[in-house]
């Protein structure tokens, strides 16, 4: 073999040469943003061939309109929307942001209630299911085959057999744990269930594995809806686990509705290729006091949605930006709007979990505090258990609830949901339920004393961040 190598180093070299140049063109055409850019040359350079594999499985590729099934969503669902699902000339600032790059107009809501834990919104979800008399549309990125999710199913069963069209769209890869057979017998009372991007040997070119549906949706008859942070699962239930996750919820009313319905109808037109025109979906809804607008956002479409609305949130806000989210891993416009309104002297703070679900994404994290606390913001850390609530707080009357955390994989490759709401009443909940999680929170200090080995880890995980 040592006779063999002086002739081969040539060839082998050339080879790697020539793989750096294909991969290096095939990623720069991403024309994602430089430092992604580089983070994955630089990460896939040591890893021949198999960094190659590795890039066209989880690497972040968008789903192109034209060339999906999402292009026909609206267009095929357009003659069954009623009047009141066109765009608004009527809106200004956020809320026109989020029109343009969204499609979906500000709306009202006659109720909008904040369900704190999985107990409240489990009740409130079980209660609105038992009744329903027309439909039931869920979306969810976990539903788990323990003992809420059997609770939910059976629930689920019976309204189907009592004559309620019932459809569930399940993530393939969130809800991967949940065997079919623990469906059949939604199926068999008469439920439709569709999955969202499963695994298919057809999609081995163009795979998207890494693209997910991390939406919890459910629409009541078209009148109620429920959307936020909680899955089903007993992991969400503090009733049955001393260690579940705290988290969030919203139950809507009123206008808002019809928007978070056109939501799960695109996903599901997306989904199966069925476009539900049923009059039915539609009833008609009085308008609210509330100010409500549906933000849906994902790789589908270049605008970022929910990061782009949460920025600009951001840079109006006039005397405070309370942030909560589990996963904090902040491009450089989102810190750029967290610290500028620190800067401009106003109450920012950053409420993460001390213990996540994910050693590396808590290190990205961390890998923050030192710029944020420099520019006057103050961080904290909940101690009690795992929280996964996702809420945005600016000054006394604006509020974003959903799905999407606060990084790259929610802003640019999750298909998630969130709310936009202008309203005194639901900020001032959602500011009491803040205030009881800072309660239990432990300050992050300046100059916060860790060790070289913690500080590489961090360094190292704020470098792959782009990449998480």
Known sequence: MRELWPQLEPWLLAVWGLYLLVLACWIVLQKREPIATLSWLLALAALPVLGLVVYHFLGPQRIRRQRHRRTRARSGLQAALPDGLRASEDCVTVAKLGQSVTRYAPATATEAELLV?????????????????????LEYYIFEADRIGTTVR????????????????????????????????????????????????????????????????VVVDGREAFTGGINVSDTQDERLRADAFRDLHLRL?????????????????????VALRDRNLWP????????????????????????????????????????????????????MALTSAALRGLDVRVLVPARSDSAIVRAAARSYYDELLAAGIRVFEYQPRMLHSKALLVDGDTCL??????????????????????????????????????????????????????????AWARLLSPLL
């Not at 990061?307 to 491009?331: C, K, N, S």
């Open 117 to 137: 834990g999985g107990h409240a919104t489990y009740d409130a979800l079980l209660a609105a299911i038992a009744g329903a008399q027309h439909h039931l549309h």
């Open 154 to 217: 059976d629930a689920l069963a019976e309204r189907a057999r009592a004559g309620v069209r019932v459809r569930l769209l399940l993530d393939a890869i969130g809800s991967g744990r949940t065997p079919n057979r623990f469906l059949t017998p939604l199926r068999e009372a008469g439920a439709e269930v569709a999955w969202f991007h499963p695994a298919r040997l057809r999609w081995l070119w163009r795979p998207r594995v890494n693209l997910r549906s991390h939406r919890k949706l």
């Open 253 to 273: 009313r009123g206008e808002v509705v019809r928007w978070l319905q056109l939501a799960f109808l695109e996903d599901w037109h997306y989904t199966t290729g």
């Open 284 to 335: 008609e809804l009085p308008p609210g006091r509330l100010l409500a607008q549906v933000l849906p956002s994902g790789p589908d479409s270049p605008w970022e949605a929910i990061h782009r609305v949460m920025v600009e949130a951001i840079h109006q806000a006039d005397r405070r930006v309370w942030l909560v989210t589990p996963y904090f891993v902040p491009g450089e416009a989102a810190r």
């Open 401 to 458: 609830l959903g799905s999407a955390n606060f990084d790259y994989r929610s802003f640019r490759l999750n298909f998630e949901l969130n709310v936009l709401l202008h309203d005194v009443g639901t900020a001032g909940a959602l500011e009491k339920e803040i205030a009881a999680c800072l309660a239990e929170s432990r300050e992050v200090v300046a100059g916060r004393a860790s060790g070289l080995g913690r500080r590489l880890g961090e």
